[in-house]
Nanobody, 122 residues
């Protein structure tokens, strides 16, 4: 059983910073990609950033220049450093991973964390 657990959310003032972390656990053969998504009330879940095989990172336009994603494959963790936060960044942030487990015919499966709340006060 694979689990993704996020941490680091909270309340921050506009212009402040937060660092989110995601830890994957379970029997994992390889992690193809890890990413961060967010969902604000009444809105669809949207991609924030994703890192493929530790090679390239894609950022949504709103995240460019303010958010930085990192990944540690040895520790099976990912982080999202968020700076210059705005009220519009308030949402539940979810960690996502596409990975393969042993003895699973090399299937790539997607997993989600439970989410961590980010609140930005103006």
């Amino acid at each position: 059983q694979v689990q993704l657990v996020e941490s680091g959310g909270g309340l921050v003032q506009e212009g402040g910073s937060l660092r989110l972390s995601c830890a994957a656990s379970g029997t994992i053969l390889t992690i193809n990609s890890m990413g961060w998504y967010r969902q604000a009330p009444g809105k669809e879940r949207e991609l924030v950033a994703t890192m493929m095989n530790g090679i390239s990172t894609y950022y949504a336009d709103f995240a460019k220049g303010r958010f930085t994603m990192s990944r540690d494959d040895a520790k099976k963790t990912a982080s999202l450093q968020m700076d210059s936060l705005k009220p519009g960044d308030a949402a539940v942030y979810y960690c996502n991973a596409y990975l393969m487990q042993p003895d699973d015919d090399l299937r790539v499966r997607g997993y989600w964390g439970q989410g961590t709340q980010v609140t930005v006060s103006s």
